[in-house]
Nanobody, 114 residues
Framework: VQLQASGGGLVQAGGSLRLSCAAS????????MVWYRQAPGKAREFVARITPGGNANYEDFVKGRFTISRDNRKHTVYLELTSLKPEDTAVYYC?????????WGQGTEVTVSS
């Protein structure tokens, strides 16, 4: 499985972005898809997860602002970012997980200016 994240960029506080993570290979619909982020000088942290069945859960600091979704026909998972804050500035990574297997994408950078 290879993952290609895109959609990052520079946005003002309060703005929105839509991140995408396209997967190649088979079995996308069976994967848990997860978004993480890593801010400069900080550890990578969990942001949101969506199960094969479409159930989503979020880290508290993004609840109500970010939405994760998936399109199994397009083998793509999305992360809609709204009401962005400067502290959301980070490289956002997607991960596919199935059992003990994990695959990471290369990340897409989000910069939020105040």
């Amino acid at each position: 499985v290879q993952l290609q994240a895109s959609g990052g960029g520079l946005v003002q506080a309060g703005g929105s972005l839509r991140l995408s993570c396209a997967a190649s290979g088979s079995g996308f619909s069976a994967n848990h898809m997860v978004w993480y982020r890593q801010a400069p000088g900080k550890a990578r942290e969990f942001v949101a997860r969506i199960t094969p069945g479409g159930n989503a859960n979020y880290e508290d600091f993004v609840k109500g602002r970010f939405t994760i979704s998936r399109d199994n026909r397009k083998h793509t998972v999305y992360l809609e970012l709204t009401s962005l804050k400067p502290e959301d500035t980070a490289v956002y990574y997607c991960k596919a997980a199935r059992g003990y297997l994990q695959y990471w994408g290369q990340g897409t950078e989000v910069t939020v200016s105040s």
